[in-house]
Antibody, heavy 116, light 112 residues
Framework: QVQLVQSGAEVKKPGASVKVSCKAS????????MHWVRQAPGQGLEWMGI????????SHTQKFQGRFTMTRDTSTSTVYMELRSLRSEDTAMYYC?????????WGQGTLVTVSS | DIVMTQSPDSLAVSLGERATINCKSS????????????LAWYQQKPGQPPKLLIY???TRESGVPDRFRGSGSGTDFTLTISSLQAEDVAVYYC?????????FGQGTKVEV
């Protein structure tokens, strides 16, 4: 069965960076796209970006331009999301989700807390 | 970017009654070449990731009860829960996948 297992919770100081991993199993890793979505406490869902695990290409929301990077490691079937220059408003649950068009399977989420 | 606007923000429905959630996109998400609406619906319960309910605006995901029905085309869409059950208390989101960036509605909280 398809599983997306994310790395554990992180606490970071403002200005720092965070890298979240999402390990996929149960399907051919390079056959489907991966998305990143975040959700601030008590707020709605915010789509961040998409990566093609086959070639590493992708795109993301302009809002994160310059401080957001998605990468993948095909040898471990893992995708990564790195967010730099963290601010308090980046405190959120970060999800990876699989799907070429709609998002079908979701990871369990990784809570990133930005606090001084 | 396509803006997705849901209404209402919240609604309270008696058990067994109908719940109706609307989603409007700022531009059409109907792809003319295949006549498909690039619109999905999700259910999210507290402490859980979202769960896919509907894609192509009206196709239920496997295992989703048939009391959930998606309808609409172009820019106006509706999610209907025909007979609300206690387990349906959640926040519901629409998502357009017509273009990147994907965009979600702000969510509709359904309570009993």
């Amino acid at each position: 069965q398809v599983q997306l297992v994310q790395s554990g919770a992180e606490v970071k100081k403002p200005g720092a960076s965070v890298k979240v991993s999402c390990k996929a199993s149960g399907y051919s890793f390079t056959s489907d796209y991966m998305h990143w979505v975040r959700q601030a406490p008590g707020q709605g869902l915010e789509w961040m970006g998409i990566i093609n695990p086959r070639d590493g290409s992708g795109s993301h929301t302009q809002k994160f331009q310059g401080r957001f990077t998605m990468t993948r490691d095909t040898s471990t079937s893992t995708v990564y999301m790195e967010l730099r220059s963290l601010r308090s408003e980046d405190t959120a649950m970060y999800y990876c989700a699989k799907g070429e068009q709609w998002l079908v399977y979701w990871g369990q989420g990784t809570l990133v807390t930005v606090s001084s | 970017d396509i803006v997705m606007t849901q209404s209402p923000d919240s609604l309270a429905v008696s058990l067994g009654e109908r719940a109706t959630i609307n989603c409007k996109s700022s531009q059409s998400v109907l792809y003319s070449s295949n006549n498909k609406n690039y619109l999905a619906w999700y259910q999210q319960k507290p402490g859980q990731p979202p769960k896919l309910l509907i894609y192509w605006a009206s196709t239920r995901e496997s295992g989703v009860p048939d009391r959930f029905r998606g309808s609409g085309s172009g820019t106006d869409f509706t999610l209907t829960i025909s007979s609300l059950q206690a387990e349906d208390v959640a926040v519901y989101y629409c998502l357009q996948y017509y273009t990147t960036p994907r965009t979600f509605g702000q969510g509709t909280k359904v309570e009993v």
